[in-house]
């Protein structure tokens, strides 16, 4: 729509503290229908009539502002009375506050000193047919709200006994209207509610509250408490080896609430920031604390789950539910890599390796949608893509496998869905991304002289370093020809002409295995295989399985090698070794956190080490989604349940489990575009009994025997 309203904002500076805009307006007539249109730099919260408007957290979200800024449509026929009075408070949210938290950059300074301010319209129509808009201008005023400060990383202050009394005319401001974009992504909701498992006092002393599962969003507390009385809470992860409250790993973030209490019985929580947490410290809390004052609120986007895994093994169970609680977390209108520390940025490596099976786990076509879009805005001219997006590490180098999110999720978001529209949408952007290799790399047909983060936190890694073992340009390389080959696939689905990448792909490939006959690290078997880049796809993964019985039937992958691993050892036989690296719980391993009380996926396989001391304060999130990866190898290996990429979207399936000696049984379905399709196996008497459910044409594979079926419900004998 074309907005005719001004930008507004407060006529003066007010530090930390939020501002509240307020505009009144009567309504003589009767009214047939009533809509808010809103958005902000910055987030905001409306409420009509001492009603709060519609149940957006953290509105208008987060996207690359400078070129995108979403604005809200809320219906608020309902709220409408003859006196009427709107009321916007606004805080820093993702667009002014101190991000990312461990550098101070021109580009991050320039972010804080933007104004925040608000853009707005009522339209009414009333029943005789005459209409009427309210714009956001001068006439509005504004004040202080009883929101003291909010920023990301460091909470939320507010005091319930301010009173906004004084009252200023607004000012308006020039800033781009030409950006604004209807709601595209998902709104972001409060969605499950937490009770609190206990409120106990560690052996230091403190008062901390557990709520027994790690979420991101926010405490809502009551309380019965005099006028003045404060409460101050802080958030942490985990506890430590003594059982006292930890939360260095937050580094610079503070994630601190600071409440001073009105007179009596009230409820709050905060509404213009998120945490990331399991725990409170309560270090200011007026009366004797009980479990029934907290409820955990989880924030994250819209996302409707699709999927479900169960097994016989309770372990296992409590690793899926880690995985789709990570996900929950850190799909909170951007993939972030973790919820809680000064970071909480979109980074681009960790979505790429996790969009199948965050497509799996929940329905996020428009989640991802949104976000591609927001990485080809961002994308720089030259075709690089910056580590995160929204891109807040303005200047740092494209990484291989972080950058191919160009590539690889808009082609997953097609395979999942069908819709080749995400493949229209973003083929420029995926090519600028080829071309940009294409055009920067010291050998041609390879991709040599970048900088790359190579395979992040793999086990090979030399002493102090994040890196693993693998050859940086190896990787590199490897990502170079699967991105060629994916825009090739992409090209050919909505009818572009991909011939010179076709005839780079091939080049790219030859070059490859004339420069790396020989591979020194798992991760680089893995990749030679799992890219089509190895002489001996079969030999290459023999090898595999052979240095991993060599290292003791551990993984030493590391971001790049571990989310295809399992599938390249039962692509090529060796299925009974990927669930001993499934269900092996001694460290590494995935098991091996759950062990340690995990309720959600580590940034580290050994977060919290053998002997009780954690990893690290630097970098030690204890909600890291991207090892979660593994769920897509238990939907589509150890189920069964495959896409046929010549039927994107799940319009005929192919359906092949393969059962593991270590489970006794094993289900999981996916609600896809066409309907639910389940597979369960089950070792009984002797025999594997299989359970396929169907409402597609499928392709069932039985062990060796394969079976055509259409739509229906089957069970096989193997």
Same mark, same amino acid.
């Given at each position: 729509?074309?907005?005719?309203?001004?930008?507004?904002?407060?006529?003066?500076? &007010?530090?930390?503290?939020?501002?509240?805009?307020?505009?009144?307006?009567?309504?003589?007539?009767?009214?047939?229908?009533?809509?808010?249109?809103?958005?902000?730099?910055?987030?905001?919260?409306?409420?009509?009539?001492?009603?709060?408007?519609?149940?957006? =957290?953290?509105?208008?979200?987060?996207?690359?502002?400078?070129?995108?800024?979403?604005?809200?449509?809320?219906?608020?026929?309902?709220?409408?009375?003859?006196?009427?009075?709107?009321?916007?408070?606004?805080?820093?949210?993702?667009?002014?506050?101190?991000?990312?938290?461990?550098?101070?950059?021109?580009?991050?300074?320039?972010?804080?000193?933007?104004?925040?301010?608000?853009?707005?319209?009522?339209?009414?129509?009333?029943?005789?047919?005459?209409?009427?808009?309210?714009?956001?201008?001068?006439?509005? &005023?504004?004040?202080?709200?009883?929101?003291?400060?909010?920023?990301?990383?460091?909470?939320?202050?507010? #005091?319930?006994?301010?009173?906004?009394?004084?009252?200023?005319?607004?000012?308006?401001?020039?800033?781009?209207?030409?950006?604004?974009?209807?709601?595209?992504?998902?709104?972001?909701?409060?969605?499950?509610?937490?009770?609190?498992?206990?409120?106990?006092?560690?052996?230091?002393?403190?008062?901390?509250?557990?709520?027994?599962?790690?979420?991101?969003?926010?405490?809502?507390?009551?309380?019965?408490?005099?006028?003045? #009385?404060?409460?101050?809470?802080?958030?942490?992860?985990?506890? +430590?080896?003594?059982?006292?409250?930890?939360?260095?790993?937050?580094?610079?973030?503070?994630?601190?609430?600071?409440?001073?209490?009105?007179?009596?019985?009230?409820?709050?929580?905060?509404? %213009?920031?998120?945490?990331?947490?399991?725990?409170? %410290?309560?270090?200011?809390?007026?009366?004797?604390? &009980?479990?029934?004052?907290?409820?955990?609120?989880?924030?994250?986007?819209?996302?409707?789950?699709?999927?479900?895994?169960?097994?016989?093994?309770?372990?296992?169970?409590? %690793?899926?539910?880690?995985?789709?609680?990570?996900?929950?977390?850190?799909?909170?209108?951007?993939?972030?890599?973790?919820?809680?520390?000064?970071?909480?940025?979109?980074?681009?490596?960790?979505?790429?390796?996790?969009?199948?099976?965050?497509?799996?786990?929940?329905?996020?076509?428009?989640?991802?949608?949104?976000?591609?879009?927001?990485?080809?805005?961002?994308?720089?001219?030259?075709?690089?893509?910056?580590? =995160? =997006?929204?891109?807040?590490?303005?200047?740092?180098?494209?990484?291989?496998?972080?950058?191919?999110?160009?590539?690889?999720?808009?082609?997953?978001?097609?395979?999942?869905?069908?819709?080749?529209?995400?493949?229209?949408?973003?083929?420029?952007?995926?090519?600028?991304?080829?071309?940009?290799?294409?055009?920067?790399?010291?050998?041609?047909?390879?991709? &040599?002289?970048?900088?790359?983060?190579? #395979?992040?936190?793999?086990?090979?890694?030399?002493?102090?370093?994040?890196?693993?073992?693998?050859?940086?340009?190896?990787?590199?390389?490897?990502?170079?020809?699967?991105?060629?080959? %994916?825009?090739?696939?992409?090209?050919?689905?909505?009818?572009?002409?991909?011939?010179?990448?076709?005839?780079?792909?091939?080049?790219?490939?030859?070059?490859?295995?004339?420069?790396?006959?020989?591979?020194?690290?798992?991760?680089?078997?893995?990749?030679?295989?799992?890219?089509?880049?190895?002489?001996?796809?079969?030999?290459?993964? +023999?090898?595999?399985?052979?240095?991993?019985?060599?290292?003791?039937?551990?993984?030493?992958?590391?971001?790049?090698?571990?989310?295809?691993?399992?599938?390249?050892?039962?692509?090529?036989?060796?299925?009974?070794?990927?669930?001993?690296?499934?269900?092996?719980?001694?460290?590494?391993?995935?098991?091996?956190?759950?062990?340690?009380?995990?309720?959600?996926?580590?940034?580290?396989? +050994?977060?919290?080490?053998?002997?009780?001391?954690?990893?690290?304060?630097?970098?030690?999130?204890?909600?890291?989604?991207?090892?979660?990866?593994?769920?897509?190898?238990?939907?589509?290996?150890?189920?069964?349940?495959?896409?046929?990429?010549?039927?994107?979207?799940?319009?005929?399936?192919?359906?092949?489990?393969?059962?593991?000696?270590?489970?006794?049984?094993?289900?999981?379905?996916?609600?896809?575009?066409?309907?639910?399709?389940?597979?369960?196996?089950?070792?009984?008497?002797?025999?594997?009994?299989?359970?396929?459910?169907?409402?597609?044409?499928?392709?069932?594979?039985?062990?060796?025997?394969?079976?055509?079926?259409?739509?229906?419900?089957?069970?096989?004998?193997?």
């Amino acid at each position: 729509m074309e907005f005719q309203a001004k930008w507004i904002r407060t006529s003066e500076e &007010t530090g930390g503290v939020c501002p509240v805009f307020r505009k009144g307006w009567k309504t003589e007539k009767e009214v047939e229908r009533a809509t808010l249109y809103l958005t902000a730099l910055g987030v905001y919260e409306a409420h009509l009539n001492g009603k709060r408007v519609g149940n957006y =957290v953290l509105a208008p979200g987060w996207t690359a502002y400078d070129k995108r800024l979403q604005y809200q449509e809320y219906d608020i026929t309902d709220l409408v009375v003859e006196e009427n009075e709107l009321i916007v408070t606004l805080g820093k949210g993702w667009f002014r506050s101190p991000m990312p938290g461990w550098q101070d950059t021109p580009d991050k300074l320039q972010r804080m000193g933007r104004p925040g301010g608000i853009l707005g319209e009522v339209h009414i129509v009333y029943m005789d047919g005459s209409e009427e808009v309210i714009v956001t201008d001068q006439s509005w &005023t504004w004040g202080e709200s009883r929101v003291r400060f909010s920023e990301i990383y460091d909470g939320e202050f507010c #005091d319930a006994t301010f009173v906004t009394k004084e009252w200023n005319t607004v000012k308006e401001f020039a800033w781009s209207k030409e950006i604004l974009i209807p709601q595209e992504g998902e709104e972001i909701r409060e969605q499950e509610v937490v009770a609190a498992k206990s409120v106990f006092r560690t052996p230091a002393g403190e008062l901390v509250v557990d709520f027994g599962q790690e979420i991101t969003g926010y405490v809502e507390f009551t309380v019965d408490a005099h006028a003045g #009385d404060r409460i101050h809470i802080l958030h942490g992860e985990v506890l +430590d080896a003594e059982g006292n409250f930890y939360n260095a790993n937050y580094r610079s973030a503070k994630a601190e609430i600071n409440y001073i209490c009105s007179e009596g019985t009230q409820t709050w929580h905060p509404a %213009l920031t998120f945490f990331g947490f399991r725990y409170l %410290l309560l270090d200011e809390f007026p009366g004797e604390a &009980t479990p029934e004052q907290f409820r955990g609120i989880a924030v994250y986007s819209n996302i409707r789950k699709t999927g479900e895994i169960r097994t016989s093994d309770l372990a296992l169970n409590q %690793l899926i539910s880690n995985i789709f609680w990570g996900q929950r977390d850190n799909f909170l209108d951007v993939p972030t890599d973790c919820p809680q520390r000064d970071e909480r940025l979109g980074w681009t490596g960790d979505a790429q390796v996790f969009t199948k099976t965050a497509s799996y786990n929940f329905d996020v076509e428009r989640f991802f949608t949104k976000w591609l879009h927001d990485l080809a805005a961002d994308q720089m001219e030259d075709g690089a893509v910056g580590h =995160v =997006v929204p891109d807040y590490l303005v200047g740092g180098n494209a990484s291989a496998a972080w950058a191919d999110a160009a590539t690889i999720c808009p082609w997953q978001i097609y395979q999942t869905y069908g819709n080749s529209q995400i493949l229209k949408d973003q083929f420029n952007s995926m090519k600028k991304w080829v071309d940009y290799v294409t055009n920067h790399t010291t050998t041609p047909n390879l991709w &040599t002289g970048g900088e790359h983060f190579g #395979d992040w936190l793999g086990l090979d890694a030399l002493q102090g370093s994040y890196k693993g073992s693998s050859r940086e340009e190896f990787i590199a390389s490897a990502f170079y020809a699967h991105s060629t080959e %994916l825009v090739i696939k992409a090209g050919r689905v909505i009818g572009e002409d991909v011939a010179a990448y076709e005839k780079l792909h091939e080049k790219i490939v030859e070059t490859f295995r004339n420069t790396y006959p020989e591979y020194r690290t798992q991760t680089e078997h893995i990749l030679a295989v799992q890219f089509g880049l190895a002489e001996d796809c079969q030999k290459t993964a +023999d090898a595999l399985a052979q240095m991993i019985k060599k290292d003791g039937c551990q993984m030493r992958t590391g971001f790049v090698g571990t989310p295809y691993i399992l599938h390249v050892l039962s692509d090529y036989g060796h299925t009974d070794l990927a669930y001993t690296l499934l269900c092996r719980k001694e460290y590494p391993s995935w098991l091996y956190a759950v062990g340690k009380g995990a309720t959600t996926i580590w940034e580290h396989w +050994d977060g919290i080490m053998e002997n009780g001391e954690f990893w690290s304060t630097d970098m030690n999130s204890f909600n890291h989604y991207a090892y979660g990866s593994v769920a897509d190898w238990i939907y589509e290996q150890a189920a069964g349940i495959q896409t046929v990429e010549e039927h994107p979207g799940f319009e005929v399936a192919r359906i092949q489990p393969k059962p593991g000696n270590q489970l006794k049984w094993l289900g999981a379905s996916i609600e896809t575009r066409h309907g639910k399709i389940s597979s369960r196996w089950t070792h009984t008497d002797g025999a594997i009994r299989y359970e396929i459910v169907t409402p597609v044409p499928a392709q069932i594979v039985i062990g060796k025997k394969e079976y055509a079926v259409g739509p229906g419900s089957y069970i096989f004998w193997e």
